[in-house]
């Protein structure tokens, strides 16, 4: 097999798998494809040295990489304008849940670790690979995004409001 007939059966084989990992990081369909397709153009020019392993690691790392980038490169960017744009039209059924709020309201680095341990279903060791950090950190990231999102208001449902009222 070709290097280039094995990049595109990695593609047509985990292709689906990026792009969902690239949504729960963006939170926004666009970004996410083009996150993906950024990351894969990456991992092309270095196939020669990750196809022999497991590229999908080398390539989520290019991933959670990139998309910290762009937000860097997008926070130096921003000007302040007089009028507010209109918010965009929630198109997916998944955008509107509670769960998907709150998880959108945590910081980058809390987000990108619930994605990868919850939603990727990897290990402490593989994130903090992933994310260039010690698995210590992921831990401390996943207690205080797990912190958050117990105390957020979207996902506080009124029985447990209505408990912590009469406890006081």
């Not at 690691?57 to 009028?83: D, I, L």
């Not at 509107?96 to 990727?120: C, G, N």
């Not at 995004?145 to 447990?160: E, I, Q, S, V």
Request: net charge positive; aromatic share 8%; hydrophobic share 40%.
């Amino acid at each position: 097999m070709t290097a280039a007939e094995g990049f595109d059966a990695f593609v047509l084989a985990r292709s689906r798998r990026l792009l969902r990992t690239a949504y729960l990081l963006t939170q926004d369909h666009a970004l996410a494809e083009d996150l993906v397709q950024t990351a894969l153009a990456k991992a092309w020019f270095a196939w020669s040295r990750i196809e022999g392993g497991d590229p999908e690691p080398y390539v989520r790392k290019v991933m959670v990489n990139t998309y910290a980038s762009w937000w860097r490169r997008r926070w130096n960017g921003e000007q302040p304008t007089e009028e507010l744009p209109e918010h965009a039209v929630q198109t997916c059924a998944e955008e509107r849940t509670d769960v998907w709020r709150a998880l959108q309201r945590l910081p980058r680095r809390q987000r990108a670790v619930v994605v990868l341990r919850y939603y990727e279903d990897l290990s402490e060791a593989e994130t903090a690979r992933v994310l260039g950090c010690s698995p210590g950190t992921v831990k401390s990231q996943t207690s205080k995004a797990f912190a958050k999102l117990r105390l957020d208001p979207a996902l506080l449902t009124t029985d447990t409001t209505a408990d912590r009222e009469a406890t006081r």
